[in-house]
């Protein structure tokens, strides 16, 4: 079976994920928003499946990290504090020619069109990616707001009212999921870089003392959840120091993942040093220090930030599953068709058992099979159309197991389970099917 790696995999995978419902234009019949997209019913459980896995293994199964689920829009001060309203910018250039607007650091030389070529590019300047909006009936600057920018910044204007009701200590950790809005001059490459986007953050409170050392271990931990939660091979993914430092920074690395258009960013792993800290002290004149009893000694805790995008996430899941391969068929005059599958982990496929009647005259007894699995995993129930055309359109969603209930399935009280990527076929008891299965889908 081959991975597909052409330029055109890209392609390819949005059509599937628009012919299955896993990811399409937001407002399609009005022709779309650049850099918005809906998540249709295998999307967004895909998508939710991602995250409870990262909620696991950063909050419920750890003692040192808490959840926060704050609002999108909050005082505007926070992102003066910050520095998103001053800083948080990209340098822009237009084309005169063809109108179209692009970043000055995506481009190889930024005096000619990437698009019509024209050498008629106007002056660079600085264009602020905030979100802005308006509380309240006046819409004048008095009453505007923005839609946050990054899920972590309500988490350091929250510090000390979670840090008390948790009654935590330092070092500990406060992690949140939700929306986050920057007004990308170009997004691009499907989901990968829009412009409503889902945030994964944890931010980590220490001492500055001890912080490279946390820097390390959650750079590590981050690494591990990418290969052991998610199987990426280790090959597909690598470590980017960042040359240059935010010069409050004291060290950043990002997670990429091979996309088919090259290595991208999955996350980033930050130690921000005190910056946040002190600058939401300052802005809000509330002292956010932390007094640390055995240290003796207040100070504005140090925070070590893991920081990933779930769309970026699921996309990488969805590029390193696509698969093309020849199979055997029975058209009329052919052999082997095109067979495309999605070979994602069993863990987060939106379907991770189909359960299939030969023919209709059986779905009494599949249905009474595909009720006892749905309790425990994600199950569908699939009775029309021929069996082939049924085993490819679960392969295309990326379902790894089938169950086929057969006619002899009435005389020996077995059904053949197929596997998604191999496409071996076992014979399972009836009675042995929650183990064989339960040995293979980790729920
Ligand atoms: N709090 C730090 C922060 O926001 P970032 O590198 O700007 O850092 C973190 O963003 C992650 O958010 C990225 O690694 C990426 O996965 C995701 N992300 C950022 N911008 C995105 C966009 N326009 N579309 C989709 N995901 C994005």
């Given at each position: 079976?081959?991975?597909?790696?052409?330029?055109?995999?890209?392609?390819?995978?949005?059509a599937?994920?628009k012919r299955?419902?896993?990811?399409?234009?937001?407002?399609?019949?009005?022709?779309?928003?650049?850099?918005?997209?809906?998540?249709?019913?295998?999307?967004?459980?895909?998508?939710?499946?991602?995250?409870k896995?990262?909620w696991?293994?950063?909050v419920?199964?750890?003692?040192?990290?808490?959840?926060?689920?704050?609002?999108?829009?909050?005082?505007?001060?926070?992102?003066?504090?910050?520095?998103?309203?001053?800083?948080?910018?990209?340098?822009?250039?237009?084309?005169?020619?063809c109108?179209?607007?692009?970043?000055?650091?995506?481009?190889?030389?930024?005096t000619?069109?990437?698009?019509?070529?024209?050498?008629?590019?106007?002056?660079?300047?600085?264009?602020?990616?905030?979100?802005?909006?308006?509380?309240?009936?006046?819409?004048?600057?008095?009453?505007?707001?923005?839609?946050?920018?990054?899920?972590?910044?309500?988490?350091?204007v929250?510090?000390?009212?979670?840090?008390?009701?948790?009654?935590?200590?330092?070092?500990?950790?406060?992690?949140?999921?939700?929306?986050?809005?920057?007004?990308?001059i170009?997004?691009?490459?499907?989901?990968?870089?829009?412009?409503?986007?889902?945030?994964?953050?944890?931010?980590?409170?220490?001492?500055?003392?001890?912080?490279?050392?946390?820097?390390?271990?959650?750079?590590?931990?981050?690494?591990?959840f990418?290969?052991?939660?998610?199987?990426?091979?280790?090959?597909?993914?690598?470590?980017?120091?960042?040359?240059?430092?935010?010069?409050?920074?004291?060290?950043?690395?990002?997670?990429?993942?091979?996309?088919?258009?090259?290595?991208?960013?999955?996350?980033?792993?930050?130690?921000?040093?005190?910056?946040?800290?002190?600058?939401?002290?300052?802005?809000?004149?509330?002292?956010?220090?932390?007094?640390?009893?055995?240290?003796?000694?207040?100070?504005?805790?140090?925070?070590?930030?893991?920081?990933?995008?779930?769309?970026?996430?699921?996309?990488?899941?969805?590029?390193?599953?696509?698969?093309?391969?020849?199979a055997?068929?029975?058209?009329?005059?052919?052999?082997?068709?095109?067979?495309?599958?999605?070979?994602?982990?069993a863990?987060?496929?939106?379907?991770?058992?189909?359960?299939?009647?030969?023919?209709?005259?059986?779905?009494?007894?599949?249905?009474?099979?595909?009720?006892?699995?749905?309790?425990?995993?994600?199950?569908?129930?699939?009775?029309?159309?021929?069996?082939?055309?049924?085993?490819?359109?679960?392969?295309?969603?990326?379902?790894?197991?089938?169950?086929?209930?057969?006619?002899?399935?009435?005389?020996d009280q077995?059904?053949?389970?197929r596997?998604?990527?191999?496409?071996?076929?076992?014979?399972?008891?009836?009675?042995?099917?929650?183990?064989?299965?339960?040995?293979?889908?980790?729920?």
């Open positions: 079976m081959s991975k597909v790696t052409e330029n055109d995999t890209m392609a390819k995978l949005v599937l994920c299955r419902g896993f990811i399409f234009q937001s407002s399609e019949v009005y022709g779309g928003i650049n850099g918005f997209w809906d998540y249709g019913p295998y999307g967004v459980t895909l998508r939710r499946a991602v995250e896995l990262w696991d293994y950063m419920e199964e750890r003692e040192d990290v808490v959840g926060l689920d704050s609002t999108i829009i909050c005082n505007p001060r926070v992102w003066r504090a910050s520095g998103h309203l001053d800083q948080f910018s990209d340098l822009m250039t237009d084309c005169k020619s109108k179209r607007r692009f970043r000055i650091d995506q481009m190889e030389d930024p000619q069109c990437p698009e019509c070529g024209a050498r008629e590019m106007t002056e660079p300047r600085e264009f602020n990616l905030m979100m802005k909006t308006f509380v309240g009936p006046v819409f004048d600057d008095e009453h505007a707001a923005y839609l946050r920018a990054e899920t972590c910044q309500p988490i350091f929250d510090f000390d009212q979670v840090r008390i009701t948790s009654r935590q200590k330092l070092p500990f950790g406060i992690a949140q999921i939700g929306k986050a809005f920057r007004n990308e170009n997004p691009r490459f499907f989901t990968f870089r829009s412009r409503e986007f889902v945030q994964m953050e944890m931010e980590f409170f220490c001492h500055e003392d001890d912080a490279m050392q946390w820097y390390e271990y959650w750079r590590d931990q981050r690494w591990a990418y290969r052991d939660q998610l199987g990426f091979d280790e090959t597909q993914l690598r470590l980017h120091d960042h040359d240059a430092l935010a010069h409050y920074a004291k060290a950043a690395l990002d997670i990429e993942f091979e996309f088919p258009f090259g290595w991208g960013e999955m996350e980033g792993v930050h130690h921000r040093g005190t910056w946040d800290m002190r600058r939401h002290s300052e802005f809000a004149d509330k002292d956010l220090r932390y007094f640390d009893q055995e240290r003796n000694e207040r100070y504005f805790p140090t925070v070590v930030e893991t920081s990933c995008g779930l769309d970026r996430i699921c996309l990488a899941l969805l590029c390193n599953g696509y698969r093309e391969d020849m055997e068929t029975k058209k009329e005059g052919k052999e082997a068709a095109l067979r495309v599958s999605l070979s994602l982990p863990c987060v496929a939106p379907v991770q058992v189909a359960v299939l009647p030969l023919v209709k005259k059986l779905s009494e007894r599949a249905d009474a099979i595909y009720q006892d699995l749905r309790g425990t995993y994600r199950a569908e129930f699939d009775e029309g159309g021929s069996i082939g055309k049924r085993y490819r359109r679960q392969d295309e969603i990326g379902t790894p197991f089938c169950v086929t209930f057969d006619f002899d399935s009435l005389d077995a059904v053949t389970v596997d998604r990527d191999s496409m071996t076929q076992d014979r399972v008891a009836l009675d042995q099917l929650c183990t064989y299965l339960g040995e293979r889908i980790p729920v």
